[in-house]
């Protein structure tokens, strides 16, 4: 697999004088209501292109240990599509730098969407075309490495220096972010197993990445590459739990993710299962919904959650008393 050199080149291209870190209003609604507005809740000079140095974990950041261990009951946060997808108000969704971001603000967690290119080079793309998040248009399966590689990242209205980003490969997002957080590997966006698992070996990842699909015949194609492969497989609806756990009692997942709807019954077999269970918070099905207040994140640990995944994680990491520095 080609393996690009971005994440070095990063570093020796970054200045070698660390500015100041300047106060950044969180854009947090006082009163409870949404928040539309695009500020960062931390500096963007910690992981934009003028970041000086890449990001170290996070000294008060959830041990090591925890992070891997299906029965540690810490809470724990995960960034969707790095610090947030659909364009957030930190970084542009599965860039560099969001992940960066995610590292800076001690979150436990990252999500990411790889796909193939043309030629077979796995890049970080959520959707099936360029067009939403780049300056390209077309299905990133017709265009080559190179070619996604050429196209400028959309910024909006996000505050920081965005200008040296690129689409990532998988192999340069866990080289980033091994030793900083842990990476669920989102195997839906494509069949390509035998790529997705030799990414993960070639960043020498096995211990930082989560293979994470809905999709058992792939977890089961992966661990037959890697019989040391974390998973996490995804519980659709309650009458598949007890199936989907007993299939692999002896591989014990590292998470299990449940739909929401599915509290209490299926949280409480994931639990006697030994392992914990992995929750969106982008329903009202647990009564929290984008923009609310910080204390309503609570609401889906106490109802069952051990992770809860989300486009704003520096509301669920104050929520928790990990409110970003």
Same mark, same amino acid.
């Given at each position: 697999?080609? #393996?690009?050199?971005?994440?070095?080149?990063? +570093?020796?291209?970054?200045?070698?004088?660390?500015?100041?870190?300047?106060?950044?209003?969180?854009?947090?609604?006082?009163?409870?209501?949404?928040?539309?507005?695009?500020?960062?809740?931390? %500096?963007?000079?910690?992981?934009?292109?003028?970041?000086?140095?890449?990001?170290?974990?996070?000294?008060?950041?959830?041990?090591?240990?925890?992070? #891997?261990?299906?029965?540690?009951?810490?809470?724990?946060?995960?960034?969707?599509?790095?610090?947030?997808?659909?364009?957030?108000?930190?970084?542009?969704?599965?860039?560099?730098?969001?992940?960066?971001?995610?590292?800076?603000? $001690?979150?436990?967690?990252?999500?990411?969407?790889p796909?193939?290119?043309?030629?077979?080079?796995? =890049? !970080?793309?959520?959707?099936?075309?360029? %067009?939403? /998040?780049? !300056?390209?248009?077309? !299905?990133?399966?017709?265009?080559?490495?190179?070619e996604?590689?050429?196209?400028?990242?959309?910024?909006?209205?996000?505050?920081?220096?965005?200008?040296?980003?690129?689409?990532p490969?998988?192999?340069?997002?866990? /080289?980033?972010?091994?030793?900083?957080?842990l =990476?669920?590997?989102?195997? !839906?966006?494509?069949?390509?197993?035998?790529?997705? =698992?030799?990414?993960?070996?070639?960043?020498?990842?096995?211990?930082?990445?989560?293979?994470?699909?809905?999709?058992?015949?792939?977890?089961?194609?992966?661990?037959?590459?890697?019989?040391?492969?974390m998973?996490?497989?995804?519980?659709?609806?309650?009458?598949?739990?007890?199936?989907?756990?007993?299939?692999?009692k002896?591989?014990?997942?590292?998470?299990?993710?449940?739909?929401?709807?599915?509290?209490?019954?299926?949280?409480?077999? +994931?639990?006697a299962? $030994?392992?914990? /269970?992995?929750?969106?918070?982008?329903?009202?099905? =647990?009564? +929290?919904?984008?923009?609310?207040?910080?204390?309503?994140?609570?609401?889906?640990?106490?109802?069952?959650?051990?992770?809860?995944?989300?486009?704003?994680?520096?509301?669920?990491?104050?929520?928790?008393?990990?409110?970003?520095?």
């Amino acid at each position: 697999m080609k #393996r690009s050199l971005l994440a070095l080149a990063f +570093v020796a291209a970054c200045s070698s004088s660390e500015p100041a870190p300047a106060a950044i209003d969180t854009g947090a609604a006082d009163d409870g209501g949404e928040d539309t507005t695009p500020k960062p809740p931390i %500096d963007p000079r910690l992981f934009d292109c003028t970041a000086p140095k890449l990001p170290p974990r996070k000294a008060t950041a959830t041990p090591e240990a925890c992070l #891997r261990d299906p029965k540690c009951k810490t809470r724990l946060v995960s960034g969707h599509r790095g610090a947030g997808g659909d364009l957030g108000r930190i970084a542009p969704e599965d860039s560099l730098a969001a992940y960066r971001a995610a590292i800076v603000m $001690g979150l436990d967690i990252v999500e990411t969407d790889p796909r193939p290119s043309k030629d077979g080079i796995l =890049v !970080n793309l959520h959707d099936p075309t360029v %067009d939403r /998040t780049t !300056n390209g248009k077309g !299905n990133a399966a017709d265009l080559t490495f190179t070619e996604l590689r050429a196209l400028t990242l959309k910024t909006g209205e996000l505050q920081g220096d965005f200008s040296c980003e690129k689409i990532p490969t998988l192999v340069e997002l866990l /080289t980033l972010c091994k030793g900083r957080a842990l =990476v669920l590997i989102d195997a !839906n966006k494509t069949d390509r197993v035998d790529l997705l =698992v030799a990414a993960i070996k070639e960043a020498g990842a096995l211990d930082w990445a989560v293979f994470d699909t809905s999709g058992l015949d792939k977890i089961d194609q992966a661990l037959l590459l890697e019989p040391k492969l974390m998973i996490m497989p995804r519980i659709g609806d309650a009458a598949s739990a007890p199936a989907i756990l007993a299939r692999y009692k002896d591989h014990l997942p590292v998470l299990v993710e449940i739909d929401a709807k599915l509290f209490p019954t299926t949280v409480d077999l +994931v639990h006697a299962a $030994g392992t914990r /269970t992995f929750t969106d918070v982008f329903t009202t099905d =647990v009564g +929290v919904k984008l923009g609310s207040p910080p204390s309503q994140y609570l609401l889906t640990y106490e109802k069952g959650a051990d992770v809860v995944q989300t486009d704003l994680p520096d509301l669920v990491l104050g929520a928790l008393g990990r409110a970003p520095d």
